[in-house]
């Protein structure tokens, strides 16, 4: 079993920056393809951005260029740097740990992110 415990949410204005984390327990993280998504009131859950094994990453059209995912496997770490922070930003941000070979689909309990001024 895995669980996945994020932190770094919280209040900014906007053009600020947030860093979040995502620690991972376990010992498959460094072969699963990792993720960032994030759900608004309102709205549905939807990918942030992902980086696979490999170091491949994909972003979400509106936060390309302004977010930028990374992982460590060393300490089971991913991060999401997010600059230039927009009030759409404004929801909670989920990790997600999913199988590249065999099954498995994790995530985390969320971390709300406020962009507000």
């Known amino acids: 079993q895995v669980t996945l415990v994020e932190s770094g949410g919280g209040l900014v204005q906007p053009g600020g920056s947030l860093r979040l984390s995502c620690v991972a327990s376990?010992?498959?993280?460094?072969?699963?393809?990792m993720g960032w998504y994030r759900q608004a009131t309102g709205k549905e859950r939807e990918l942030v951005a992902q980086?696979?094994?490999?170091?491949?990453?994909n972003y979400a059209d509106s936060v390309k260029g302004r977010f930028a995912i990374s992982r460590d496997n060393a300490e089971n770490t991913l991060t999401l740097q997010m600059d230039s922070l927009e009030v759409e930003d404004t929801a909670i941000y989920y990790c997600?740990?999913?199988?590249?070979?065999?099954?498995?689909?994790?995530w985390g309990q969320g971390t709300q992110v406020t962009v507000s001024s």
């Open positions: 376990g010992n498959v993280f460094s072969v699963s393809t």
């Open positions: 997600n740990m999913k199988g590249s070979i065999l099954y498995y689909d994790y």
């Open positions: 980086i696979t094994s490999g170091g491949s990453t």
